[in-house]
């Protein structure tokens, strides 16, 4: 590394809180699958920031959306309409087949404003009220973001300890168990509230039947199916949505990271005006959440999806990284999983951790990011071509063999 590198990471040491342990990579472009450090090196993006990045780095349509929206108006608030919010809103609603649309900005601040539409969807609609408590179903091993709420339903102690006191009114059950799901249900829950493909946990994929029960389960017992797409959809999967893999319509899609086209943070809660329409003026907010800017690019992303170009090629160039992958087990690959573009791979502890192998991966081109200790998560951005998704393998095949 050069001392402009070294110097960057030793002020970040200094002055950025260390909540997160980035690899010794110092990023100053980035365009389509790539990124190139402040040395002029060049690295294959196999992380897309946490699928935020989907349709690639500064991708030519969404920053020329961008372009034009900085020159015309960036933020009102919703004080004031927009020209920009409503038809946002509606072409959102249109891909996801509801009717409204609830903008925010972060995934979490979409996962908090879910909870809150649950509980106040189960007080004034399904009649949960005093003295009776409300209950929401979470999967085990779920990942849906870092506010005080949200961790207080993750079981990773790295994400909680020290944390609490924790928000009540959540039950876990082991993912992909609908069984257990429906014993844990009762006539206080208000919602399930469920990644549809596991991100953070290393992409798990639940069996064939378990999303179509748990829609049928909601269904049966008048409870909310809330579904976490922040990271898995938006084309990640193959389609446009992880769900649609099984036929499910969620009652909630919560979308995130892509929203934003890897400009801006944009984040929506989407559902029918029976459950949206609990809300009303001054009952929830937020001063960024659906301004001009993030939903200018957001039209632009909605306009991409409806093409259907990135899920196909999601879809296609996926079974290609998986077949790729899937031809290293035996040889220091324990399991590969995922759908689309979007895989997790278990890697034989003996080789040494996922940060490891990530560092020897980042020092040949390539940046992954580790998870839970021994699994590698690929996620490229969804323009990446078959010939880099081959030298990536290729050079993870050599890392796993030296
Ligand atoms: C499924 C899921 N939900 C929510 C979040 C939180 O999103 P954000 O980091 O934008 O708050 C994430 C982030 O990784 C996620 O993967």
């Known amino acids: 590394?050069?001392?402009?590198?070294?110097?960057?990471?030793?002020?970040?040491?200094?002055?950025?809180?260390?909540?997160?342990?980035?690899?010794?990579?110092?990023?100053?472009?980035?365009?389509?699958?790539?990124?190139?450090?402040?040395?002029?090196?060049?690295?294959?993006?196999?992380?897309?920031?946490?699928?935020?990045?989907?349709?690639?780095?500064?991708n030519p349509e969404i920053v020329a959306a961008a372009h034009a929206q900085l020159d015309a108006v960036t933020l009102v608030s919703r004080a004031f309409h927009s020209d920009r919010l409503a038809p946002f809103c509606a072409s959102l609603a249109e891909l996801c087949g509801k009717d409204m649309v609830l903008p925010m900005n972060?995934?979490?601040e979409a996962v908090e404003s879910a909870i809150k539409v649950a509980r106040k969807?189960?007080?004034?609609?399904?009649?949960v009220n005093h003295p009776s408590t409300p209950n929401i179903i979470v999967a085990h091993n779920n990942f849906h973001g870092r506010t005080t709420t949200i961790i207080s339903f993750s079981d990773d102690e790295t994400a909680r300890r020290g944390f609490g006191p924790y928000t009540p009114g959540f039950r876990a059950v082991p993912f992909g168990d609908a069984d257990a799901l429906a014993r844990a249900v009762d006539d206080e829950t208000v919602a399930v509230l469920l990644e549809p493909i596991q991100g953070e946990a290393g992409v798990i994929v639940p069996p064939d039947d378990y999303l179509p029960r748990v829609r049928a389960l909601c269904t049966e017992r008048?409870?909310?199916?809330?579904?976490?797409?922040?990271?898995?959809?938006?084309?990640?999967?193959?389609?446009?949505?992880?769900?649609?893999?099984?036929?499910?319509?969620?009652?909630?899609?919560?979308?995130?990271?892509?929203?934003?086209?890897?400009?801006?943070?944009?984040?929506?809660?989407?559902?029918?005006?029976?459950?949206?329409?609990v809300l009303h003026p001054g009952e929830h907010g937020s001063t960024f959440g659906g301004n001009p800017l993030a939903t200018a690019?957001?039209?632009?992303?909605?306009?991409?999806?409806?093409?259907?170009?990135?899920?196909?090629?999601?879809?296609?160039?996926?079974?290609?990284?998986?077949?790729?992958?899937?031809?290293?087990?035996?040889?220091?690959?324990?399991?590969?999983?995922?759908?689309?573009?979007?895989?997790?791979?278990?890697?034989?502890?003996?080789?040494?951790?996922?940060?490891?192998?990530?560092?020897?991966?980042?020092?040949?081109?390539?940046?992954?990011?580790?998870?839970?200790?021994?699994?590698?998560?690929?996620?490229?951005?969804?323009?990446?071509?078959?010939?880099?998704?081959?030298?990536?393998?290729?050079?993870f095949a050599a890392v796993l063999s030296s």
């Open 1 to 58: 590394m050069t001392s402009t590198a070294d110097a960057i990471i030793d002020l970040d040491r200094r002055h950025v809180a260390h909540n997160y342990s980035p690899l010794p990579v110092v990023a100053a472009r980035a365009d389509g699958a790539w990124i190139t450090d402040v040395d002029g090196r060049r690295y294959l993006d196999c992380l897309a920031a946490y699928s935020a990045v989907n349709f690639g780095h500064r």
């Open 106 to 108: 972060s995934g979490a």
């Open 121 to 127: 969807w189960g007080a004034d609609v399904k009649g």
């Open 222 to 277: 008048r409870v909310l199916m809330i579904a976490d797409e922040i990271q898995s959809g938006l084309a990640r999967t193959g389609r446009t949505f992880a769900c649609d893999h099984w036929g499910v319509v969620p009652d909630v899609y919560l979308l995130g990271k892509a929203l934003g086209g890897g400009v801006v943070p944009l984040s929506a809660v989407v559902a029918d005006s029976d459950v949206l329409g």
């Open 297 to 395: 690019i957001g039209s632009t992303v909605v306009e991409i999806l409806r093409r259907g170009e990135f899920q196909r090629r999601s879809a296609e160039l996926g079974a290609h990284l998986h077949a790729r992958l899937a031809a290293l087990t035996g040889r220091g690959v324990l399991a590969v999983r995922g759908k689309g573009l979007w895989a997790g791979v278990d890697l034989d502890p003996a080789l040494g951790s996922g940060k490891q192998v990530s560092l020897r991966l980042a020092e040949r081109g390539v940046l992954v990011k580790d998870t839970h200790g021994s699994t590698l998560r690929f996620a490229p951005p969804l323009v990446v071509t078959a010939d880099e998704i081959d030298w990536a393998v290729e050079q």
